[in-house]
């Protein structure tokens, strides 16, 4: 993702912990540091946090790159670092062995719909209907 300054960049990264009970993850849009939840780490399986770590690595690539991460006219599936976020952690999904049922699972979050969640899946090109499980995380507030 960072190509060859992966070492660099993963070296000078500024990772933020923090204890609240909401979140799980995020970027900082002011400098672009990663913001995670030790409740997070500590509650959720190991893919979901990998993945949500490959989510927020992109971000902080678009951050680098002067991108915004936060589009406020647009719902969240269609805002434009979101998909390409998702379309990363997807790909990485699948790499590791994940079935589209389980891609459609992490692809639940609690701060979008029904429908915005089939939009999403669809548009990642994960086939398929999500299990009855509640969504497994909330959104960080930043």
């Not at 912990?17 to 002011?30: E, I, L, N, Q």
């Not at 891609?103 to 994960?126: N, S, T």
Request: glycine share 6%.
């Amino acid at each position: 993702m960072f190509g060859r300054n992966t070492d660099r960049v993963l070296r000078s990264l500024k990772v933020e912990f923090f204890s609240a009970r909401f979140g799980y993850m995020g970027t900082s849009d002011v400098d672009g540091h990663l913001l995670v939840s030790t409740h997070h780490l500590k509650d959720s399986d190991f893919r979901t946090v990998y993945l949500d770590v490959v989510h927020e690595l992109c971000h902080v690539n678009q951050f680098r790159k002067g991108r915004p991460l936060f589009y406020p006219k647009l719902s969240y599936v269609d805002a434009p670092s979101e998909i390409e976020a998702y379309a990363f952690t997807v790909k990485e999904g699948r790499r590791i062995g994940m079935t589209d049922r389980q891609l459609i699972d992490y692809l639940k979050v609690e701060w979008i719909d029904k429908k915005e969640h089939q939009r999403l899946a669809r548009r990642m090109g994960v086939l398929g209907r999500a299990s009855k499980k509640q969504a497994h995380r909330r959104r960080l507030r930043r």
